[in-house]
């Protein structure tokens, strides 16, 4: 990969941050519990993001679908307020 800027923090561990506040909050608010999510992972994200990223993901499902295509997710998201 290459980065466009350097920031605190490697990429990937980042990455693996913002999923897992998202797994405690699903949790935590009694969603689903930590053995259901690890499932949801293991069986779906973790098939999907060992061949395909986020963005292709997007790209996979079309315009028609997501109303952008990556590129246009990229740029919005570059400016988004972090919440």
Request: net charge positive.
């Amino acid at each position: 990969m290459h980065a466009c800027k350097e920031i605190e923090g490697f990429d990937l561990n980042r990455l693996q941050s913002a999923l897992l506040r998202e797994a405690w909050a699903l949790q935590r608010d009694g969603v689903a519990s930590c053995e259901d999510i690890d499932k949801t992972v293991r069986n779906g994200l973790g098939w999907r993001w060992s061949f395909m990223g986020p963005f292709e993901t997007i790209d996979l499902n079309g315009p028609e679908r997501g109303g952008r295509r990556p590129g246009c997710a990229c740029r919005a998201l570059q400016h988004a307020s972090r919440y």
